[in-house]
């Protein structure tokens, strides 16, 4: 019962996520656009994470983390099937809304499970996370399906959509409500602004986070153009690299308990750039879904490790570090899914990922920072 409540929005928030990211080919069909144009659409949401942060760990703090989670998710959930039929100009208003409100979600998601955390003692984070991963395989294999049936984006982001108010409202009735949060007179600007803690974290995740959004903006374009595989294998296939994802992060507490954070984020970076140079040399889909499961392993622990690391070492209110976490992790990635759209429009889906090598490296270089130690040390002579 302790992990329900953030297993069950997790879950439903990856599978509305996922449906509309791997049919992202369709309606890019629908809005004629190329993949550069529509590079730039998606900052849309980007731009609405970044209006949002400021005021997340505020809403979060007075309407407490259980109520902003079940109102915030089905905004973004009834914005979903919108996405799907709107021209170009449309889209990236909704879209802008949907980056708006599922950021305050995603604060307020992360207080869920560090709220657990602080009353049982007992590690949640990852497992909380590793549902979204299972929502990913679920979503991503339906997702497939569905499009090799004819089955439309608006029909199936509006299954999704469904499933998301079923999620919240389950959520909402057997969770006994947060106590009020305790008033503060200080004054806050209006920008979270993070510390020296904060900004190293967001560097050691920076490789690792990129390229998972990567995968999830330009994964099924590699699979269906470059590899040349049906909307049912492509789905399939991309259910590997969720499949590696979800196990890891299933086990990421205890792998935390067991080999400590920076450990972690080392093996992490490795993994990844393993996977990244499978996947762009794969001479089948067989080589692929394997360097998509090592990607998924790779990154699955990146995020919840910032998450813990940020808790544990911020100062202040962990809400509003979780936001200055989140606000500097979106101005630093800010810029990717327009140059990476421009990369492959103009030079090929290989090149995409493979730009990605040298900040995965620094994510390695970086993992001292997990455990609250400097990045780099110089012997004396």
Request: include cysteine; glycine fraction near 8%.
């Amino acid at each position: 019962m302790t992990l329900l409540p953030p297993a069950l929005l997790y879950f439903s928030n990856a599978i509305l996520f996922i449906s509309l990211f791997t049919r992202l080919p369709s309606i890019q069909e629908t809005l004629q656009v190329d993949k550069a144009v529509l590079g730039l659409a998606l900052l849309s949401a980007p731009i609405g994470t970044f209006l949002a942060l400021p005021i997340a760990g505020r809403i979060t703090d007075r309407l407490t983390p259980r109520l902003t989670a079940v109102t915030m998710l089905p905004i973004v959930a009834l914005l979903s099937p919108l996405l799907t039929i709107f021209p170009l100009p449309g889209f990236i208003f909704c879209f802008f809304l949907f980056g708006f409100f599922r950021t305050i979600f995603d604060v307020a998601a992360n207080m869920i499970s560090a709220g657990i955390e602080a009353r049982t003692g007992v590690k949640v984070l990852s497992r909380s996370h590793g549902f979204w991963s299972v929502g990913l395989l679920v979503g991503s294999l339906a997702s497939g399906f569905l499009a090799e049936e004819g089955i439309s984006p608006t029909i199936q982001q509006s299954m999704a959509a469904a499933l998301v108010l079923l999620a919240c409202l389950t959520v909402f009735l057997l969770t006994p409500a947060d106590p009020p949060a305790v008033p503060t007179t200080k004054r806050r600007s209006a920008y979270v602004l993070p510390d020296r803690t904060i900004l190293l974290i967001c560097v050691m995740v920076f490789g690792l986070c990129i390229v998972e959004g990567a995968i999830y903006d330009w994964g099924i374009f590699f699979l269906r153009e470059e590899l040349r595989v049906d909307p049912a294998l492509a789905g399939t296939l991309y259910a590997a690299f969720t499949i590696g994802m979800g196990l890891t992060r299933m086990m990421g507490d205890m792998l935390r308990d067991r080999f400590g954070a920076l450990a972690l984020i080392r093996m992490s970076a490795v993994t990844v750039a393993v996977g990244i140079v499978l996947l762009v040399s794969s001479p089948s889909y067989i080589y692929a879904g394997v360097a998509l499961f090592l990607i998924g392993c790779g990154i699955a622990l990146a995020f919840p490790l910032a998450v813990a690391t940020t808790i544990a070492l911020g100062k202040g209110q962990p809400s509003e570090n979780l936001a200055a976490l989140a606000l500097t992790l979106m101005l630093s990635t800010i810029g990717v899914p327009p140059l990476l759209g421009f990369i492959a429009e103009h030079v090929s889906l290989t090149a995409t990922f493979l730009v990605l090598l040298p900040c995965v490296f620094i994510s390695f270089l970086m993992a001292p920072v997990a455990e609250g130690k400097r990045p780099f040390r110089f012997r004396k002579q």
